[in-house]
């Protein structure tokens, strides 16, 4: 089976390999996208699995990437889960009426990501 492919979109690059550095090590495939334009691009020409979105990027928030990819039927089904260093119950229901899965606040470890990829992957996919 080929691994599970995960679009990460954030507009800091380091934070991009960091995140990438942890899901690669799990055996997961990682395409990245540096703002929500690249990002429902890469989500309609490379289907991934799951996407990690950063809700404060320039130009297009995560907020409205996320509503674009939950308004695309091609990407719709697709698992989006949220990441934001915005510590408010405001930034959590803004991000789940948005259609985004849950939200991960910003500083996070290594393996609470690697868990909560792994809990909103499809249920007919697991990582190796």
Do not use: W
């Amino acid at each position: 089976m080929e691994p599970l492919k995960i679009l990460v979109v954030d507009d800091e690059p380091d934070v991009v390999m960091l995140i990438a550095r942890a899901l690669n090590t799990e055996g997961f495939d990682v395409i990245s996208a540096y703002d929500g334009i690249s990002a429902l691009d890469l989500a309609e020409t490379e289907t991934p699995d799951l996407i990690l979105l950063d809700i404060m990027m320039p130009m297009m928030n995560g907020y409205e990437v996320c509503q674009q990819l939950k308004g695309n039927p091609r990407t719709e089904s697709i698992p989006v889960l949220c990441l934001s260093s915005a510590h408010s119950a405001n930034a959590r229901t803004l991000c789940r009426d948005a259609g985004a899965a849950t939200l991960i606040l910003k500083p996070f470890t290594p393996a609470e990501l690697v868990a909560q990829v792994r809990r909103h992957l499809p249920a007919n996919r697991d990582a190796k």
